[in-house]
C-alpha cells in the first residue's frame, strides 16, 4: 500500500472538518456582527479542502495546478483590495459566475476524455455542466448591465418562444452526449455553446430593478453545479460545498422574489423592464423643491428621523456623511433609525454593508418588517437614493409593474425629504407617486456634498 492511499481517512477527515466550517461560516454570515469572522472560517475550511485533494492519490499535473492557484490567488486580492463598494454586485455576479463556469469546466474535461461512462454518472454531468454554463453566461450579462457596459435591455422578438426553444435543443443535445459514444467532441462543444447562449439570451432581458434577484438566483445555479460535479468526482468537499452554497442561494432567492412579490418565473420570463411602460404610470402633480437649510432645519428641530438610503447614497459614497450627520442629531436629541429595503442596492445586504462600513450600529438598521409601522410616528424620512422600494404605487396602482411589492412606509411620515441627482426615473424606469406628495420635498443634488451641507447648517443650529 503507497503512502498516499494510507492518507485517504485523513483526507476524508480532512473534507468533514472543511464541510462542518463551511457550515459554520454560513451560519456566521448571516449576522453583520459575526459575519467577518464567518468569512475567515469558510476560508479556512477551503484551503483545508485544497490541501487534503493534493494528497488524493493519483492525483497529477500538480505543476499547473499550482499555477492556477497563484494567478488566481493574486488576482482575488488584488480585486478583492480595490473593488469600490458601489462595484460590489458586478463582483459578486461575476464571481458567482467563475464558479459555475468552472463545474461546467470540469464536466467539459470529463466528457472530452471520454472518462464518464456511467449513465447516471454522465447525466449529472450534463446537468451540472447545463447549470454551470448558464450560471457563467448569464452571471456575465448581469457583470456587463451593473458594470455599465451593457446600457441598454434587449428584448427579442417573441423572447419566451426562443427561451423555449433553445432550452429544448440545449437539452436534446445534452441527452446526446450522455447517450452518445464517449469522447466524441462535436455532441460537447454544440452543448456548451447552447448552454452558454441560454443563459446569456435569459439574462439580456432582465432589467436592473430585478438584478438582485437574478445575482442570487446564479449563486444558487452554481452551487447546484458544483455539487453535481462534485459527485461526478466522487469529492465530498464539492458535494457538500455544493449543496450548501445551492440551498442558501436557493432559500435567499426565494425571501427576495417574495420581498418584491414578483415570482422567480415573472422575473425571468416577464422582466420588469419590460413591463415598464404599462398602463397608468402617469403621476400628477409636481415635485416641490428644498433648500440643504431648509432640510437642515426640519431634522434638527425633530423627535424621531427615519434615514432610507438606496443605491444613489452608494453611489454618492455619501454612507459616512450620513453617519456623521446622523451623529450630530442625535447629539441634538433626535432619534434617527435607519430603515432597509431586502431589495435596495443592486445586490442582497448592499445598503447594510455600506452603513457597517461607516460605522453605524447594527442596533440602528432595521428591516422593512421592523420598522414600516414607525414610519406613521417619523417627523422626517429621509430617503437618499431610494426610488423602487418607497414608491407607494406598489400599494395602490394596479397598472403598475411593481404593484404588489412590499414597500418601505415612507410616505406615511409627517415630512419626506428625497436627495436625489435629478429628476429621472428610478432604476426600473418607473416613475415615483412619493416625489410629488403633498408631504415631499425634493433635495436635489449628489447626496455626499448635499449632506455635508445639511451637516453644517446642523453644527450652526447647536
Known amino acids: 500500500m503507497s503512502f498516499l492511499s494510507q492518507l485517504t481517512p485523513l483526507i476524508h477527515a480532512s473534507y468533514f472538518v472543511a464541510a462542518t466550517l463551511f457550515i459554520l461560516g454560513l451560519k456566521a454570515m448571516s449576522s453583520p456582527v459575526t459575519a467577518r469572522g464567518g468569512i475567515v472560517w469558510a476560508g479556512v475550511g477551503m484551503l483545508l479542502a485544497t490541501l487534503a485533494t493534493f494528497l488524493t492519490p493519483g492525483m497529477g499535473n500538480f505543476g499547473l495546478m499550482l499555477v492556477a492557484i497563484a ?21 459578486i455576479a461575476i464571481y458567482n459566475g467563475m464558479g459555475g463556469g468552472a463545474a461546467a469546466a470540469i464536466a467539459a474535461v470529463e466528457f472530452a476524455r471520454g472518462d464518464v461512462h456511467s449513465p447516471a454518472v454522465a447525466t449529472l454531468a450534463a446537468l451540472g455542466a447545463l447549470i454551470g454554463a448558464v450560471s457563467f ?8 448591465k451593473l458594470q455599465g457596459l451593457m446600457q441598454r435591455t434587449f428584448v427579442l422578438p417573441a423572447q419566451n418562444a426562443v427561451n423555449a426553444l433553445l432550452s429544448l435543443a440545449t437539452v436534446g443535445v445534452g441527452v446526446a452526449v450522455v447517450l ?18 441560454l443563459g446569456a ?13 437574478v445575482i442570487s438566483l446564479f449563486n444558487a445555479f452554481t452551487g447546484l453545479a458544483v455539487g453535481l460535479e462534485g459527485y461526478v468526482l466522487g469529492n465530498p468537499a464539492l458535494m457538500i460545498a455544493g449543496i450548501v452554497v445551492g440551498a442558501a442561494g436557493t432559500l435567499l432567492t426565494q425571501l ?22 404599462g398602463e397608468g404610470e402617469e403621476v400628477t402633480g409636481s415635485m416641490k423643491e428644498m433648500s440643504a437649510l431648509d432640510a437642515a432645519s426640519l431634522m434638527r428641530y425633530a423627535q424621531k428621523v427615519i434615514v432610507v438610503p438606496g443605491y444613489g447614497m452608494a453611489v454618492a459614497h455619501a454612507q459616512h456623511k450620513v453617519w456623521e450627520m446622523t451623529a450630530l442629531l442625535e447629539e441634538a436629541g433626535v432619534e434617527v433609525k435607519f430603515a432597509i429595503h431586502p431589495v435596495a442596492g443592486r445586490m442582497p445586504g448592499h445598503m447594510n454593508v455600506l452603513l457597517a462600513e461607516a460605522g ?18 417619523a417627523d422626517v424620512a429621509l430617503v437618499i437614493g431610494a426610488n423602487d422600494v418607497v414608491n407607494p404605487a406598489a400599494r395602490t396602482n394596479k397598472a403598475s409593474p411593481i404593484y404588489g ?15 436625489k441627482r435629478g429628476q429621472g426615473t428610478g432604476y426600473s424606469g418607473i416613475e415615483n407617486a412619493l416625489f410629488y406628495g403633498d408631504n415631499t420635498r425634493m433635495l436635489y443634488g449628489n447626496a455626499q456634498p448635499v449632506v455635508a451641507e445639511i451637516i453644517q447648517h446642523v453644527k450652526a443650529m447647536s
Open 360 to 377: 453605524v450600529p447594527y442596533e440602528k438598521i432595521f428591516d422593512l418588517e421592523e420598522i414600516n409601522a414607525e414610519f406613521g410616528t
Open 256 to 277: 427576495m422574489a417574495k420581498a418584491m412579490n414578483r415570482p422567480i418565473s415573472n422575473i425571468l420570463f416577464v422582466p420588469m423592464q419590460a413591463a415598464a411602460g
Open 405 to 419: 411589492m412590499p414597500i418601505l412606509n415612507a410616505d406615511q411620515a409627517q415630512n419626506v425629504i428625497v436627495v
Open 137 to 144: 453566461s448569464g452571471s456575465c450579462v448581469a457583470y456587463a
Open 71 to 91: 494567478i488566481g490567488t493574486v488576482l482575488a486580492w488584488w480585486s478583492g483590495k480595490t473593488v469600490k463598494m458601489t462595484d460590489m454586485p458586478q463582483m
Open 180 to 197: 452518445g459514444p464517449p469522447g466524441d467532441l462535436t455532441p460537447v462543444l454544440v452543448f456548451f455553446a447552447l448552454a452558454l447562449l
Open 201 to 213: 439570451i435569459l439574462t439580456l432581458p432582465i432589467g436592473g430593478a430585478d438584478m438582485p434577484v
